[in-house]
């Protein structure tokens, strides 16, 4: 049985480095091309089985070759893909990523083409013996009935809220850590006030609320505090995964039972180490860094 149980995207990403952005009708060469798997969920979900969790991934791909490459980043990670759910004569997501120096990075990506994953297809006999569900909303109709199962089992539930789509206010009623990306508070209070956001998400019910600010850091609220921190300085090559992996360490640490500013701390560490390394796998510290720095 899985100590987190992830519902959410997948993708297949191609990441390359260009040397800057090109104008149009001309060519542009990139190098250092890099195949892994992507998505909030999905990604984050390796980061957290590198930790020594163990994880169970629902979703959807199509019956091409892109899905099968996804399911099996996922197995190769000890992810159980098994609610990886193939639909017939469908698409798979998959993206390319052009990465400019500097980390800045533009993602050109197909949506996947098959039904969203249904709340009768949720394995949740595996979410109910878990101790987190980590989801981006993506399949909102599974996402408030996974999450509504975990509020009646006793199960925290942590949400990457990317977007401020129909049914994401809903979701934060039910979560116990809730934390938007840069846009999504945009979207939320109708400027750039990432507190304000966090006030805003904390009066919907979760305990801890967020928001990701990239290259700015973070801003958080919990148990009364409000912290406001900045990202860990690091050389960046390509940003690509940096927010799924934060996710990864807010997780980690309700899984833990973490104090919150402890995991946002490891969620902010682990974020900025992904930076460093093309792709939003390869730069994904290792255990052995998480104990040497008392993430554990």
Known sequence: MPDVFGLGQCSLDYVGRISAWPFPDTKCEFRDLVIQGGGPVATALVALCRWGLSCHFAGVAGDDSFGQQIARF??????????????????????????????????????????????????????????????????????LAAASE?????????VDAGTLREGMLELARLSDCFVGSEPFARSLVGGDDPLEACRRILDLGPGIAGVTLGSRGYAAMFGGRAIVKPACAVQAVDTTGCGDVFHAGLAYGLARGWDPEKSFDLAAWAAARVATRMGGRAGIPPKSELQARGYE
Do not use: C
């Open 74 to 143: 996922l197995q190769d990670e000890g992810v159980d893909a098994s609610g990886l759910v193939e639909r017939t004569g469908h698409l798979s997501q998959v993206a390319f990523i052009a990465s400019e120096p500097g980390g800045r990075r533009t993602i050109f990506w197909q949506r996947p083409t098959g039904e969203a994953l249904k709340p009768s297809e949720i394995r949740m006999d595996n979410l109910r013996a878990s101790r987190v569900l980590h989801t981006d909303g993506l399949f909102i109709d599974a996402a």
């Open 150 to 158: 975990a509020r009646r089992s006793g199960i925290a539930v942590s």
